[in-house]
């Protein structure tokens, strides 16, 4: 199965190239677009990207803070950036199963906890992208729509399967990972929306708070790192809510992904030339 899994990941992964680079070689408006990047733009996502490294830190934070795990801010950073290096260069995106397991060894996190903890997260973030991805359909029902959300939340609480495993996490913070969260799914949404205009100043803000709603839930079906050619599949799917072209999705998310994985590099290189990693060792 897991062979399986492994050859539709490259499959995958290599189909989306092979597109990208036909889509990309048979259209000069998109590289000539790219190629009109101003560098304080290259320099705003980058800032941007480190401070989304920074929101996930404090989601971290916060999920710790319902298993009653306390770590210093730090260390949450510290392991979030690795984390994400391994997530997308690693095989199988291994970033959250090495966070687990550095969190087992070191400070003794309850892995059933960890992870009903984690869905928390997943709730908010689902929750969070999904108005996003409504935002234009939604406007003055929002309110009884979010009351009709919570309601369904409540009561799925209380069921006693899922009544027992929230009654062993530290419910008491739990604003703080909606707080966190929050912070994320901004921080995201202002990254594609400079990505949209600098690609396409035509593209409008409610635009890019749907491009962000269909791109943040592709997360949850995808295999591959970074979600690629799944966010991009969800994208165009989705065309008929955020109306933009597929020249500019294509085009925003070759940005997107360049400017990511520079960030990544350079992280790598900042933890591996402090020696920051050997922080994260667990063999002690």
Not at 40 to 62: D, N, P, S
Not at 65 to 70: A, G, N, Q
Not at 122 to 141: D, E, I, P
Not at 210 to 228: E, K, Q, R
Request: glycine residues 6%; charged residues 10%.
């Amino acid at each position: 199965m897991r062979a399986i899994r492994s050859v539709a990941i490259v499959g995958i992964m290599a189909t989306t190239l092979a597109v990208f680079v036909y889509y990309f070689a048979t259209h000069p408006v998109v590289r000539q677009q790219l190629g009109h990047t101003p560098p304080i733009v290259i320099v705003c996502l980058l800032l941007l990207y480190l401070a989304g490294i920074g929101a996930l830190a404090l989601v971290t934070l916060a999920t710790l803070r319902l298993c009653s795990v306390r770590v210093q801010p730090g260390e949450s950073l510290l392991l979030t950036a690795y984390s994400s290096i391994v997530n997308f260069f690693g095989p199988l995106q291994s970033g959250p199963a090495f966070r687990a397991v550095y969190l087992k060894k070191k400070h003794g996190i309850n892995l059933k906890n960890y992870t009903t903890a984690t869905l928390v997260y997943y709730f908010f973030y689902g929750g969070f992208s999904a108005v996003l991805l409504l935002s234009t359909w939604l406007k003055w029902w929002l309110l009884p729509l979010v009351a009709a959300g919570l309601l369904v939340a409540y009561s799925a609480s209380r069921s006693k399967k899922v009544a027992s495993r929230l009654q062993k996490l530290d419910l008491q913070g739990w604003y703080y990972l909606a707080i966190a969260t929050a912070a994320q799914v901004f921080i995201v949404t202002l990254i594609y929306y400079i990505e949209l205009r600098t690609i396409s100043p035509g593209i409008h803000l409610a635009q890019a708070l749907v491009y962000s709603g269909a791109a943040n839930l592709s997360l949850f079906v995808s295999l591959t790192p970074g979600a690629i050619g799944f966010r991009e599949s969800f994208l165009v799917f989705s065309q008929h809510l955020h109306h933009i072209s597929n020249g500019t999705i294509v085009a925003a998310n070759i940005l997107d992904r360049a400017m990511y994985i520079i960030l990544l590099l350079l992280l790598a290189a900042a933890i591996f030339a402090t020696h920051a990693r050997s922080r994260l060792q667990t063999d002690n």
